[in-house]
């Protein structure tokens, strides 16, 4: 089979790999979309993410969908033929974390596109059938993809645990800052506020649909983002936002939701500066008692992932921008890498 392997800071080649064979408890998928994200993007540039570090060869691609084309012996045969969203990271469901609830961090995780596992940027993937999705059968391939990030949304807003009436900021308005903004709205927040440092973000977050109650900084974040913070707190009176996201890929993020949360707020920290430290403000997190929580993907949130984009109340299609074919996937990765040509999210089809 086919496949891209990274082996330097942005540089792929294409070469050709055995088609994985079907353990009894596995499906085969034939990969019809890849999105291309913001960790793989740290990947493709850095070839790590903090201590996550990626050695050549490696082909790099988490968020996958396509046709499962074999089950094992002990597998739901029922997935036969069916096109699937597939929860990238294969936990082990026997350590101590699995068997109290938090598969998703998983001390045994196998995550493809990351450190020693190959992604999905492949003709064929093998995994463990429970993690194959079915989707409606109206649902493109790309949108299938897409039910990845999205399950990170829905992780993002469940940790928030927003009420209604609730206000929230959001930092960095990409695919996930964006989703996560339409959700917190869907989800009863009345004003969500977003700011991010790119102006095309600012303008596609505004033609998103994220009208009802959603404000765009004019100008985005700027600098320190003390021109965000000093919006935010104009918005809102001086009060603060009830919740802050970060879904930015910076190291700015942390400070700018602990600057924009009212005093025993809630933080949620979602965005992937790749370092592997970066300076939390302990002064105001401390004088304003502000819970932290940090998102790691999502915990078993296909299920909703998909009911939302069934319902309409999630559009993935208004975020993917560009399409490329399998052959041109290093292009997809140099757009998205460049922040050019007012992409969000490119989406590789086979
Ligand atoms: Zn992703
Ligand atoms: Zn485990």
Same mark, same amino acid.
């Given at each position: 089979?086919?496949?891209?392997?990274?082996?330097?800071?942005?540089?792929?080649?294409?070469?050709?790999?055995?088609?994985?064979?079907?353990?009894?408890?596995?499906?085969?998928?034939?990969?019809?979309?890849?999105?291309?994200?913001?960790?793989?993007?740290?990947?493709?540039?850095?070839?790590?993410?903090?201590?996550?570090?990626?050695?050549?060869?490696?082909?790099?691609?988490?968020?996958?969908?396509?046709?499962?084309?074999?089950?094992?012996?002990?597998?739901?045969?029922?997935?036969?033929?069916?096109?699937?969203?597939?929860?990238?990271?294969?936990?082990?469901?026997?350590?101590?974390?699995?068997?109290?609830?938090?598969?998703?961090?998983?001390?045994?995780?196998?995550?493809?596109?990351?450190?020693?596992?190959?992604?999905?940027?492949?003709?064929?993937?093998?995994?463990?059938?429970?993690?194959?999705?079915?989707?409606?059968?109206?649902?493109?391939?790309?949108?299938?993809?897409?039910?990845?990030?999205?399950?990170?949304?829905?992780?993002?807003?469940?940790?928030?645990?927003?009420?209604?009436?609730?206000? !929230? /900021?959001?930092?960095?308005?990409?695919?996930?800052?964006? *989703?996560?903004?339409?959700? &917190? $709205? +869907?989800?009863? #927040?009345? =004003?969500?506020?977003?700011?991010?440092?790119?102006?095309?973000?600012?303008?596609?977050?505004?033609?998103?649909?994220?009208?009802?109650?959603?404000?765009?900084?004019?100008?985005?974040?700027?600098?320190?983002?003390?021109?965000?913070?000093?919006?935010?707190?104009?918005?809102?009176?001086?009060?603060?936002?009830? !919740? /802050?996201?970060?879904?930015?890929?910076?190291?700015?993020? *942390?400070?700018?939701?602990? &600057? $924009? +949360?009212?005093? #025993?707020? =809630?933080?949620?920290?979602?965005?992937?500066?790749?370092?592997?430290?970066?300076?939390?403000?302990?002064?105001?997190?401390?004088?304003?008692?502000?819970?932290?929580?940090?998102?790691?993907?999502?915990?078993?949130?296909?299920?909703?992932?998909?009911?939302?984009?069934?319902?309409?109340?999630?559009?993935?299609?208004?975020?993917?921008?560009?399409?490329?074919?399998?052959?041109?996937?290093?292009?997809?990765? &140099?757009?998205?890498?460049?922040?050019?040509?007012?992409?969000?999210?490119?989406?590789?089809?086979?």
């Amino acid at each position: 089979m086919r496949a891209w392997q990274w082996h330097k800071s942005e540089s792929m080649r294409l070469v050709d790999l055995p088609k994985p064979k079907v353990k009894s408890h596995e499906a085969l998928v034939r990969i019809e979309a890849v999105g291309v994200c913001g960790s793989d993007i740290h990947y493709y540039r850095e070839g790590r993410i903090g201590e996550n570090v990626i050695t050549e060869p490696l082909v790099l691609g988490h968020e996958y969908a396509g046709i499962v084309e074999e089950v094992g012996g002990d597998a739901d045969g029922t997935l036969l033929g069916k096109r699937v969203a597939v929860e990238p990271g294969i936990p082990c469901f026997a350590c101590e974390w699995c068997r109290t609830g938090h598969y998703n961090v998983c001390s045994n995780l196998f995550f493809p596109g990351g450190p020693g596992h190959d992604g999905a940027l492949c003709d064929y993937m093998t995994v463990d059938a429970r993690l194959c999705f079915p989707v409606p059968g109206s649902m493109t391939a790309g949108c299938a993809a897409m039910v990845e990030p999205v399950a990170v949304a829905v992780h993002t807003v469940e940790l928030a645990a927003l009420r209604p009436g609730d206000t !929230v /900021a959001v930092f960095g308005l990409g695919v996930i800052g964006l *989703l996560v903004a339409r959700l &917190a $709205a +869907a989800c009863g #927040a009345v =004003r969500v506020l977003g700011a991010d440092v790119l102006d095309y973000r600012v303008a596609a977050a505004a033609q998103q649909g994220l009208s009802a109650g959603f404000t765009a900084k004019p100008g985005g974040l700027q600098g320190d983002g003390a021109a965000a913070i000093a919006w935010i707190m104009e918005q809102t009176g001086g009060r603060g936002v009830d !919740v /802050a996201m970060d879904c930015t890929n910076s190291s700015d993020g *942390l400070s700018l939701a602990c &600057a $924009a +949360a009212r005093p #025993a707020g =809630r933080c949620v920290l979602t965005g992937i500066s790749g370092k592997e430290h970066d300076s939390l403000p302990v002064s105001i997190a401390r004088r304003h008692e502000l819970t932290l929580r940090w998102c790691r993907r999502f915990l078993h949130n296909y299920p909703a992932a998909l009911a939302l984009l069934d319902s309409g109340v999630l559009d993935a299609s208004a975020l993917i921008t560009h399409v490329f074919p399998f052959e041109e996937a290093p292009e997809a990765f &140099a757009l998205t890498s460049a922040c050019a040509d007012g992409v969000l999210k490119a989406s590789i089809e086979w």
